[in-house]
Nanobody, 115 residues
Framework: QPQLVESGGGAVQAGGSLRLSCVAS????????MYWVRQAPGKELEWISE????????SYADSVKGRFTTSRDNAKNTLYLQMNNLKPEDTALYFC????????RGQGTQVTVSS
């Protein structure tokens, strides 16, 4: 059974950085596209990034482009999200997911950015 476990969230000031990790198990991680999605309080899930199995293709939402970088280590079954120049509007629960809409995701890790 697929399992995704996110970590690395925390509370930072605007302009700060965090690196999220997601450890996958129960499926062949190395052959799947992987995604990051987030949910801010009172808002719907928002897709923010994706990466192909070989890490040669990445894509980002306009809201994070130029500030966030997604990567993966297939040998460790781990997905990463490097977040730089964080803004208060990045405050959300962050999930890694097996699909773009976030219907197959982990339990999430909270990111809180203060101004």
């Amino acid at each position: 059974q697929p399992q995704l476990v996110e970590s690395g969230g925390g509370a930072v000031q605007a302009g700060g950085s965090l690196r999220l990790s997601c450890v996958a198990s129960g499926f062949s991680f190395s052959i799947y596209y992987m995604y990051w999605v987030r949910q801010a309080p009172g808002k719907e899930l928002e897709w923010i990034s994706e990466i192909n199995p070989s890490s040669t293709i990445t894509s980002y939402a306009d809201s994070v482009k130029g500030r966030f970088t997604t990567s993966r280590d297939n040998a460790k079954n781990t997905l990463y999200l490097q977040m730089n120049n964080l803004k208060p509007e990045d405050t959300a629960l962050y999930f890694c997911s097996q699909n773009r809409v976030g219907t197959s995701r982990g339990q999430g890790t909270q990111v809180t950015v203060s101004s």
